[in-house]
């Protein structure tokens, strides 16, 4: 199993690439099927949680939705204008934001489980580095008094 780490706005660019393939490739196989898109929808949001990196935790339940709603364009019932496709876009949102939800929801549990663990294995190895014993401080030696240095002589 690959285990890359996407940055921030990797991991937002993954989720919306992937969310509009499959979008594209729904339409084209079943017809603009909204539920097996919400079904796709759901590992994209588990991989997306997954792969992004410690430090930008926090981007992928924000990325999420985002991707959902972009992915929805190409499905989107409409009847070819501008107007008709926001609608389209609009009434898909508000009709199957249970997926929208849950896709949400497994992002930010994912997310929370890391951060938790995360902050755990820190926690431990401070604890460990702390009762860990410490070699014995080397002593110093008493500070020399300086001796002014003579001047060179010079040999020919």
Do not use: E
Not at 65 to 79: K, Q, T
């Amino acid at each position: 199993m690959p285990n890359p780490r996407l940055t921030g706005l990797g991991s937002g660019l993954f989720c919306l690439a992937s969310m509009f393939a499959l979008a594209l490739l729904i339409r084209l196989l079943f017809g603009s099927s909204l539920l097996v898109y919400g079904v796709l929808f759901l590992p994209v949001c588990a991989l997306t949680a997954i792969w992004v990196r410690r430090a930008d935790l926090v981007t992928a339940p924000i990325a999420v939705p985002i991707a959902f709603a972009f992915g929805l364009l190409p499905i989107a019932d409409s009847d070819g204008g501008f107007w008709d496709g926001l609608m389209g876009l609009f009434t898909a949102l508000a009709m199957h934001a249970g997926w929208l939800y849950g896709g949400t929801l497994i992002a930010g549990l994912i997310v929370t489980i890391r951060k938790v663990r995360m902050m755990s294995r820190r926690a431990a190895q401070r604890r460990a580095a702390a009762l860990s014993p410490r070699p014995p401080a080397q002593k110093r030696r008493p500070a020399q008094p300086r001796t002014q240095a003579l001047p060179r002589r010079r040999t020919a």
